[in-house]
């Protein structure tokens, strides 16, 4: 968990920039507050009744007036049960259409953000912006707020109503309220580090156990069990102290309330039961007085814990309102066209980029790739050549330099146009929570399944789904089929082929399969290759011959071009990648008299 | 504490009432040889529990006290107009509280420190027997299912064990002193009192149990939200790439609003129980009033017991309410119970033998003398987590299987491995290869005794592997795989992992020699830097590097490598190349291979196929076979050399 940063002079503002968020709801948010003053408005008359009934009711023995109050008493709550519903109905409308329209808005702005904002940010961060901190400016314009300003009216209705009793009693019984008010607080500051640190060490706890659970295998490979319990019990011992440390704070501090709220009552019989005597007070304003504090205490008490969750939903504002003013670096220009077909001409001019401004990943970047031809990217991690594919799709734009399709500069035309004619396919392969159809269907939600089936088929993979449980209905990810890499990796080829591209972008390594599915994957990204412009992330010797144009990176720059055979006379790096890495690769038996090089074939 | 009306809901707000009533567990709510079972735990801390029970009675007794005390000044002092007793009664009230705030403050230490103890201590139990669990366990049991059980569970337990018991016993005998004193002052109001209480119970009982669903859906649209959020967010690039926005955002509106209905659903429940509850207290407090208003008219009772009624009665309706939640807490612990003792129960497939001895320093001659190998149905179930039986065939085989296209493991018994025998030499490199779910994973399983063999045996310099401690077997062992493990820490408490006790020389040393020191001083705290969650900060070829650096520090004598280089480009390939030839010098090693292009210089290469070992020889010799071998590699460099 990160550490709640301090609070920021913006705070304030982010606070009033929440209610805001209650203008759609302003309606229902009117009639919660009317509502609660209805409420405090009964919660206030009700114990005069208490009053009249053991004044005139029993001691002026008027039976009718006895019972005319306890019906009024009954009839009265409920009364106020009836408003208690609306309003608490009412107020959660409101808030959870908060939390709705926030998420909601949160979801958008994710969507907006480009690649450099989410390679900054954490899922795990995100997650818990739009999660608990949603959630904690939800509960400040929801129910926090309406029982700050509940608490302040019925104290002020309260001790009108005491007041006009005997002033000098109400004095003394509210007398212990502001101590109460500031123990209560008092006791949530305190308590909250403490809370907050049992809840990381306990989050500390579980990750021990996650990575140990995970690693079983290397734990027991490497004989550290010993270790790992030393490990974990260190931080289980830690816990219990913290706990402990709160628990203590707690016995002592939550019933030290209940002292501080029963001092008033021991006034009450006390200096109340002295003014009975003195004839100064009646009985039935004694159990009024009484009935009144008991109805005091626990809005009182309440405030220790709303006035830390406002200090904390301002946090959490604050929090969530960056993300949503975030710009996405990457944006339609206000005068961009959509992009036509394309043919597939892709030109980098002096292409520069650098990560988040400082760190310079590519320098001056220039060449040309025509319709159809296959461009070889290779070189170490960290080369250059992911941000180069990065760029095509304008995941990012360059720093300096431009880059262009068919003429078109990419800064000029509309994301969406743009995205829709080029395809990626890589190692990595991310699947959605759902069925494989909607999985292929990805790019083109409309395609009918003759459509899809024909994709699968050519990314080898129409075999494999059909043995599925429920063949292209079957459910893949945490509810569903586990698929293999190799599986998975061919539903990402069909989804890239369904969408018929016309600039490609792949690398061309297979996650760890066996012979035969790799000779399959194989097979299907040399189907998806055809006729389109390519880009490929090469890690083979096939790839690298049948290139049109290979680029060698090294720390951003391209130090060598050309085709396979042209670079093997002019590179001294590609002859030593090719020595130490490529060649033994060639040593099969007899693979080029199997099937005859591309280039070998053009000639 | 005061003689307030209609505030017995109060306390807990409707927000405390969902989460007291919504735990999410159904079934028994009581379990005799459960329950015995965790009583256990607190043996330890009976003298704890017992002054935390006294404290309570203490402080029960003190609360239904304050009452009486009112009764008394009204009816002896305020009445008749006498100060001094007034002034007595008002400090024994004074007292009375101050005592409350001592036993109460006392018994809540107490009980919340056992409960912390005892959650410790399980939690610690846990842990160990999980790593006396073999191998087996860990790939059957879904991660996150365990940690649950370690974490949730347990704490659920806790909550039975250090609260509710009091709290069931506490409770109890307020309610019953409630009636006993109010019977006691007068018979004939008590009893028109009680009449409220069936209508309580009636009502508490309704709200618990729609509740309990309100609240279990609520978690669910929860859950949704977060999984789908997540999957967007980590799907992002390829909604972007796809130009799907609109669609994802559509998916997500649709979760997030019902998540909104669903919390608005549940809270309403609440927003009709507590002014139910409200009016309830109302309606005792208008018996009393009335009943008794007439009678104090009447002279048949004083204002006092009128007064001390119109306590008890808001008094009355709290134990009510908590012992109606902890038949929910009980509920859930049982559930939980059950698990961590199934958990506790599984016992360890693979254990040292009673006496077994010491490995004696290895030479490295490894040998499988007709060894056959088979899942057994009966210890898949032990596991004790419930799971989809799909999920479990699936499961049932070790790594391998995770990988098969298609392939799925039947529930029965079934043989992976049949009758294989091998002879590794000391210093030998054997590569295992053929088609994933063939049974290598397998054969280097049972050779660290990760599982133990069905039929036959394996030996180490001639020593039966299960006649020695695991520990001291392990230790001479060394493990590379292709997507290697690193634990979050620093990059150099990763590659201390085997021996936490090396010095830094000699770690920088080993990172060196593992091709690892170039790229570690590159990163932005060199060896101190951190290593993320998933190792995301390190790509896959510096991940491997720094597992081929762990195995060195380790120095053993055996080493098993699951294909270190599967999916790297070529410039980090020949790195890891290096660095294991490196490693492997002068170690007896066995490798299990998905390129062929890497094992041509193994000393024998086994093809394994079926669970049999169908071809072994070298390269070479294998080639010039014909056999299978020699399709396999065909097949590969025609993917390689072809357009």
């Not at chain 2, 735990?23 to 003298?47: M, N, V």
């Not at chain 2, 009764?71 to 100060?83: F, L, N, P, Y």
């Not at chain 2, 493990?485 to 020389?505: E, K, M, Q």
């Not at chain 2, 020699?630 to 072809?642: C, I, P």
């Amino acid at each position: 968990m990160a550490s709640e940063p301090q609070r920021q002079p913006g705070t304030a503002h982010a606070l009033l920039r929440c209610f805001s968020y209650l203008r759609p709801y302003s309606r229902l948010t009117a009639g919660v507050y009317i509502t609660m003053l209805a409420i405090v408005g009964l919660t206030v008359v009700m114990p005069q009744f208490i009053r009249w009934i053991v004044d005139t009711g029993i001691g002026g023995r008027d039976t009718q007036l006895l019972g005319g109050s306890v019906a009024a008493l009954l009839g009265l709550t409920v009364l106020k049960g009836v408003l208690t519903f609306f309003q608490g109905r009412w107020a959660e409308t409101a808030s959870q259409g908060v939390a709705y329209d926030l998420r909601n808005a949160l979801h958008q702005q994710l969507l907006t953000l480009s690649f450099s904002y989410h390679d900054r940010s954490e899922t795990g961060q995100l997650l818990s912006r739009a999660l608990q901190d949603v959630e904690r400016i939800r509960f400040l314009t929801g129910r926090a707020f309406l029982r700050l300003v509940e608490a302040a009216v019925l104290l002020v209705g309260t001790a009108a109503a005491l007041v006009a009793m005997s002033p000098t009693l109400a004095l003394l019984a509210l007398g212990t309220m502001p101590l109460l008010a500031y123990r209560a607080l008092a006791f949530g500051r305190k308590f909250r580090p403490i809370s907050r640190a049992i809840q990381n060490q306990l989050a500390v706890l579980t990750t021990r156990l996650e990575q140990n659970l995970r690693g079983a295998r290397v734990v027991k490979a490497f004989a550290q069990e010993e270790a790992e319990i030393e490990r974990f019990d260190q931080a289980n011992e830690r816990w219990f102290t913290l706990s402990a440390t709160g628990a203590r704070l707690q016995a002592i501090n939550m019933p030290l309330l209940d002292l501080i709220a029963n001092i008033g009552t021991v006034f009450i019989i006390w200096y109340g039961g002295l003014l009975v005597i003195r004839g100064q007070l009646t009985v039935g304003e004694l159990v009024a007085f009484s009935t009144y504090m008991g109805q005091l205490v626990q809005p009182v008490r309440r405030l220790g814990m709303i006035i830390p969750a406002v200090a904390e939903a301002g946090a959490a504002a604050d929090r969530v309102f960056e993300i949503l003013d975030a710009t996405p670096e990457v944006r339609d220009a206000p005068d961009a066209v959509p992009l036509p077909p394309v043919r597939g001409h892709v030109r980098f001019e002096g292409v520069s980029f650098a990560y988040f401004g400082r760190h310079h990943v590519l320098r001056d970047i220039t060449f040309e790739a025509l319709p159809g031809q296959v461009i070889a990217l290779l070189g170490a991690t960290g080369s250059g050549k992911s941000t180069i594919i990065n760029l095509i799709p304008r995941f990012y734009d360059p720093t300096a330099g431009r880059i262009t399709i068919d003429g078109y500069d990419l800064r000029k035309v509309t994301l969406a146009s743009l995205r829709d004619q080029i395809s990626i396919v890589l190692q990595e392969t991310t699947l959605f929570a759902t069925t494989v159809r909607e999985n292929i269907a990805f790019g083109r939600p409309d395609a009918s399944q003759e459509e899809i089936e024909e994709a699968a088929r050519l990314a080898q993979a129409h075999d494999f789904i059909q043995e599925l449980p429920n063949g292209y209905d079957t459910e893949v990810g945490e509810r569903g089929v586990t698929l293999s890499g190799g599986q998975k990796q061919r539903i990402a080829i069909a989804r890239a082929l369904l969408k018929d591209p016309r600039i490609l972008i792949l690398d061309d390594a297979t996650a760890s399969v066996d012979t035969q599915t790799e000779h399959q994957i194989q097979l299907a990204l040399r189907e998806l290759m055809r006729g389109r412009t390519s880009f490929v992330i090469a890690q083979r010797l096939s790839t690298l011959r049948s290139a049109d144009l290979i680029l060698v990176l090294e720390r951003g720059r391209i130090v060598a071009r050309g085709t396979h055979s042209e670079l093997l006379r002019t590179s001294g790096l590609y002859a030593e990648i090719y020595a130490r890495q490529l060649r033994p690769q060639e040593e099969a038996p007899s693979p080029r008299r199997l099937v005859p090089d591309r280039q070998e074939a053009k000639r | 504490m005061s003689f307030s009306i209609g505030t017995s809901g109060a306390d807990m707000g409707p927000r405390g009432a969902l989460h007291r009533f919504g735990d999410q567990s159904e079934g028994r709510a009581f379990d005799r040889q459960i329950i015995t079972r965790l009583l256990a735990f607190l043996r330890p801390h009976w003298p704890r529990m017992l002054a935390a029970l006294v404290l309570m009675l203490i402080a029960s007794g003190l609360t239904l006290a304050t009452p009486y005390l009112v009764k008394v000044a009204i009816d002896q002092h305020i009445v008749r107009g006498e100060v001094d007793g007034l002034t007595t009664i008002a400090l024994l009230t004074a007292a009375t509280f101050v005592g409350i705030y001592l036993a109460s403050a006392g018994q809540r230490y107490l009980l919340a420190w056992v409960g912390q103890r005892v959650l410790a201590t399980l939690r610690g139990q846990l842990f160990r027997h999980l790593q006396a669990l073999s191998l087996g366990y860990h790939d059957r049991n879904i991660v996150g299912v365990t940690i649950s059980r370690v974490i949730n569970d347990v704490a659920v337990i806790n909550d039975l064990l250090s609260q509710g018991l009091i709290v069931l016993i506490g409770d109890t005998l307020v309610l019953v002193g409630i009636v006993v004193v109010m019977l006691s002052m007068s018979p004939g109001l008590a009893l028109l009192t009680f009449l409220v209480l069936p209508l309580m119970l009636l009502v508490t009982w309704l709200f618990a149990r729609r509740a309990r669903v309100a609240f279990r859906q609520t978690r669910a649209r929860v859950a949704a939200v977060v999984g789908d959020l997540a999957e967007d967010i980590s799907g992002m690039r390829v909604i972007q790439a796809f130009a799907q926005e609109g669609v994802s955002q559509e998916r997500f509106d649709r979760v997030n609003s019902a998540n909104r209905d669903a919390h608005i659903q549940a809270m309403s429940l609440s927003f009709i129980y507590l002014p139910t509850v409200e009016f309830l207290g109302m309606l005792a407090t208008g018996i009393v009033l009335w009943f008794g208003g007439q009678a104090v008219a009447a002279d048949e009772l004083t204002l006092g017991v009128l007064v001390a009624f119109m306590a008890y009665v808001t008094r009355f309706f709290q134990p009510i309410q908590e012992l109606s939640q902890l038949y929910t807490t009980m509920q859930a612990a049982m559930a939980g119970g059950e698990r961590v003792l199934q958990l506790l129960d599984t016992e360890p497939q693979v254990q040292d033998r009673p006496g077994a001895r010491e490995m004696p320093p290895i030479v490295g001659r490894v040998e499988l003398d007709h060894v056959s190998f088979a899942y057994d149905r009966a210890e898949h179930q032990s596991a004790g987590a419930p799971r989809a039986p799909e999920q479990n065939g699936n499961r049932a085989a070790p790594e391998d299987a995770q990988h098969t296209d298609g392939h799925r493991a039947t529930d029965h018994p079934y043989y992976v491995l049949h009758d294989v025998s091998l002879v590794i030499e000391p210093g030998q490199t054997v590569a295992l290869v053929g088609p994933t779910g063939a049974g290598k994973t397998t054969i280097v399983n049972l050779i660290a005794r990760f599982y133990e063999v069905s039929e036959g045996a394996v030996r180490i310099d001639g020593i039966d592997v299960r006649d020695v401690t695991q520990r001291s077997l392990r230790r001479q062992m060394g493990l590379v795989s292709q997507d290697p493990f690193l634990f979050s820490g620093t990059v150099a408490d990763n590659i201390r992992f085997g021996r936490p006790d090396a010095p830094d020389s000699a770690i920088e040393e080993v990172a060196r020699l593992a091709n690892a020191h170039q790229f570690i001083m590159d990163l932005p705290d060199g060896y101190a830097t951190e290593v993320l969650e998933g190792a995301v900060n390190l790509s896959i070829g510096q991940r491997q590097l720094i597992s081929i650096a762990r195995a060195m520090l380790a120095d053993p004598r055996i080493l098993i490598l699951d294909e270190a280089t599967a999916s790297v480009d070529s410039v980090t390939e020949a790195l890891i190349q290096d660095a294991l030839a490196r490693l492997l010098a002068g170690r007896t090693a066995i490798v299990i291979a998905h390129r062929l292009s890497t094992i041509r210089e193994a000393d024998l290469i086994c093809v394994v196929r079926g669970g049999r070992i169908v071809e072994r020889g070298t390269h070479e010799e294998l080639l010039r076979r014909g056999g299978v071998y020699r399709g396999l590699y065909e097949r590969q460099f025609v993917d390689d050399g072809a357009a």
